[in-house]
T-cell receptor, first 113, second 115 residues
Framework: DQQVKQNSPSLSVQEGRISILNCDYTNSMFDYFLWYKKYPAEGPTFLISISSIKDKNEDGRFTVFLNKSAKHLSLHIVPSQPGDSAVYFCAASERYNNNDMRFGAGTRLTVKP | EAQVTQNPRYLITVTGKKLTVTCSQNMNHEYMSWYRQDPGLGLRQIYYSMNVEVTDKGDVPEGYKVSRKEKRNFPLILESPSPNQTSLYFC??????????????FGEGSWLTVV
């Protein structure tokens, strides 16, 4: 039973445009959400997070939006760059607990020059 | 440089032949864990450790063992590997298991194929 779902296995965008990666979750107890980025032959690396007390968190070109009522979060990358091409994992946890962290299946983003 | 190091990175083995994947971190982290990544399923936690000599099962522990005799090391042991354990494995660590800002650091991954 996947509690965190990324329904788009892949996404392709043009350089300079906006990339929007989506994530849905089913567990209403999740209160901390993260995005990880993974390049081939490397481990995932932390990108950005958001607590359930907020609905938006911004870090440079990356913004995460949280809609608690819809149990949905999204990652916006503006403007997209070829170096952003990677697999992006959405993750969620209860009480900021790494033991309870659940990951989505990932979305492969390709940014074309 | 802060690192989580796994070995081997790539391994093909046969069913039933015991193997160990080593994991070491140089950040003095208390918390360490193992994940496997499979297509369409994302990362699933196998085992985790809160500190030395403290380990517990994650979501998919069957067929695996772990130990935490030293803070920096957390090996994953497959006593009798089977083909359904063919996967990409990640070791991870964080300063502590809870709290915002306790970023999980992942190793580079170990591709394991069991034939």
């Amino acid at each position: 039973d996947q509690q965190v779902k990324q329904n788009s296995p892949s996404l392709s965008v043009q350089e300079g445009r906006i990339s929007i990666l989506n994530c849905d979750y089913t567990n209403s107890m999740f209160d901390y959400f993260l995005w990880y980025k993974k390049y081939p032959a490397e481990g995932p690396t932390f990108l950005i997070s958001i607590s359930s007390i907020k609905d938006k968190n911004e870090d440079g070109r990356f913004t995460v939006f949280l809609n608690k009522s819809a149990k949905h979060l999204s990652l916006h990358i503006v403007p997209s760059q070829p170096g952003d091409s990677a697999v992006y994992f959405c993750a969620a946890s209860e009480r900021y607990n790494n033991n309870d962290m659940r990951f989505g299946a990932g979305t492969r983003l390709t940014v074309k020059p | 440089e802060a690192q989580v190091t796994q070995n081997p990175r790539y391994l093909i083995t046969v069913t039933g032949k015991k193997l160990t994947v080593t994991c070491s971190q140089n950040m003095n982290h208390e918390y360490m864990s193992w994940y496997r990544q499979d297509p369409g399923l994302g990362l699933r936690q196998i085992y985790y450790s809160m500190n030395v000599e403290v380990t517990d099962k994650g979501d998919v522990p069957e067929g695996y063992k772990v130990s935490r005799k030293e803070k920096r090391n957390f090996p994953l042991i497959l006593e009798s590997p089977s083909p359904n354990q063919t996967s990409l494995y990640f070791c991870a660590s964080s300063l502590s298991p809870t709290g915002t800002g306790n970023t999980i650091y992942f190793g580079e991954g170990s591709w394991l194929t069991v034939v």
